[in-house]
């Protein structure tokens, strides 16, 4: 996609997060060389920088398997398989469990695993490369409907005639929203501080969620590593007390 110029692709995905590079991937394996997919999002360029972890769901991970990307990432994903969550005050004496989860969704598969951001993202990555999918460093700046293509210019001054555009930009995609797709949606009034910690002692692969009045609180098990045992925390607060 060169300036000036405008190229033919048959899907263009706006957007390189987990879902815009795993669906890029799967169009790829299933619909075959002849297939062209792009990829474009400003991100590409900063990509294997999150420091965050997610939990990666069973049906989650089944898929990064079927596309080849879970045996990247295996060796750093830690299976969850014990999950407490709690609903009370933080005086409260007691914190009975209000919910677990243990066990396995199959025999021998955990429910879900936490895996860090930054590494899932360079195995989509590296597999898109792999797969041909062509990588733009640019975003979708707007787009006009034609009969049967779909024309997009793209902040970096070029045009791309897509048969299908993809808005796999995100919770607060400009897409969808130049699309007229309507959303409904509220603000909580709160915040998370989302980091890792260091622990003495193993986690034994058992995540925890307390209900607190100001919001969630979680702790979740990560792979142990050469610097000890680690935990993936996200604690929520009213918006001004995070921020302090
Ligand atoms: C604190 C926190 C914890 C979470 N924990 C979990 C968890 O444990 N498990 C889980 O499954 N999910 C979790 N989630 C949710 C998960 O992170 C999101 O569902 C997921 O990242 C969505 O992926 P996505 O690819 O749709 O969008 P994103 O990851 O938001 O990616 C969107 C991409 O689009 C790009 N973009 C934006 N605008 C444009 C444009 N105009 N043109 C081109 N590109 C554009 C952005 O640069 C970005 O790279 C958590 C979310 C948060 C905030």
């Not at 990666?56 to 969850?80: M, S």
């Not at 895996?115 to 733009?136: C, F, H, M, Q, S």
């Not at 897409?175 to 603000?187: F, L, Y």
């Not at 609180?217 to 007390?241: M, Q």
């Amino acid at each position: 996609m060169s300036n000036g110029h405008t190229s033919q692709v048959d899907t263009l995905i706006a957007g390189a997060g987990f879902a815009g590079l795993s669906l890029a991937i799967a169009l790829r394996q299933t619909l075959g060389a002849s297939f062209t997919v792009a990829v474009a999002d400003p991100a590409l360029e900063r990509a294997g920088g999150d420091p965050r972890a997610s939990a990666i769901v069973a049906a989650a991970r089944r898929l990064f398997e079927t596309i080849g990307v879970w045996e990247r990432i295996a060796p750093g994903a830690q299976p969850i398989l014990d999950m407490v969550v709690t609903d009370s005050r933080l005086d409260d004496a007691m914190r009975p469990t209000f919910l677990t989860f243990d066990g396995d969704v199959e025999p021998g598969e955990p429910f879900a695993h936490m895996i860090e951001n930054g590494p899932l993202l360079a195995a989509l990555l590296a597999k898109a490369k792999e797969d041909g999918v062509a990588l733009t460093t640019t975003a979708v700046a707007d787009s006009a409907v034609a009969a049967d293509r779909i024309n997009v210019r793209l902040q970096d001054g070029t045009t791309c005639d897509a048969r299908l555009l993809v808005a796999a930009d995100g919770a607060r995609s400009s897409i969808r929203e130049r699309a007229g797709i309507a959303t409904h949606g509220w603000q909580y009034g709160q915040s998370s501080i989302a980091t890792t910690v260091r622990h003495e002692r193993d986690h034994n692969g058992r995540a925890e969620e307390h209900f607190l009045p100001a919001g969630p609180f979680a702790i979740l098990p990560l792979k142990r590593d050469a610097t000890g045992h680690r935990s993936s925390i996200v604690w929520t607060e009213e918006a001004t007390e995070a921020a302090r």
